[in-house]
Nanobody, 127 residues
Framework: QVQLVESGGGLVQAGGSLRLSCAASGRFNWLTMTWFRQARGKGREFIGG????????RYLDSLKGRLTISRDNTKNTMYLQMTSLKPEDTAVYYC?????????????????????WGQGTQVTVST
């Protein structure tokens, strides 16, 4: 069993930066960890993730260059650094985990691959 808690969201001005954290309880080391986001009226989309040891990272193509995902397995925590924020980045950001990844070197894009979800943290980017 894994519990995920996101933090770090809030109100940011356009052009600013933000770092989100996802703290996991329970077993963390083998987890594939990802970030999704959901804007109002839209579906939940994959934006980036890391395999268990950080050797494989995937990012949504349209966000490459503005996102950095990292994880500290000693702290059971994953991070999402976002820069050059835009109003269209406004969304609820969710952390998700795959407890038993089929391929430990892969980071699936589909939300169906993830067993555990955090409650989400709101990020609002103002003009």
């Amino acid at each position: 069993q894994v519990q995920l808690v996101e933090s770090g969201g809030g109100l940011v001005q356009a052009g600013g930066s933000l770092r989100l954290s996802c703290a996991a309880s329970g077993r963390f080391n083998w987890l594939t960890m990802t970030w999704f986001r959901q804007a109002r009226g839209k579906g939940r989309e994959f934006i980036g993730g890391s395999n268990w040891n950080g050797a494989t990272k995937r990012y949504l193509d349209s966000l490459k260059g503005r996102l950095t995902i990292s994880r500290d397995n000693t702290k059971n925590t994953m991070y999402l650094q976002m820069t050059s924020l835009k109003p269209e980045d406004t969304a609820v950001y969710y952390c998700a985990a795959d407890l038993n990844p089929t391929d430990r070197d892969d980071v699936p894009l589909s939300r169906d691959a993830y067993d555990y979800w955090g409650q989400g943290t709101q990020v609002t980017v103002s003009t």
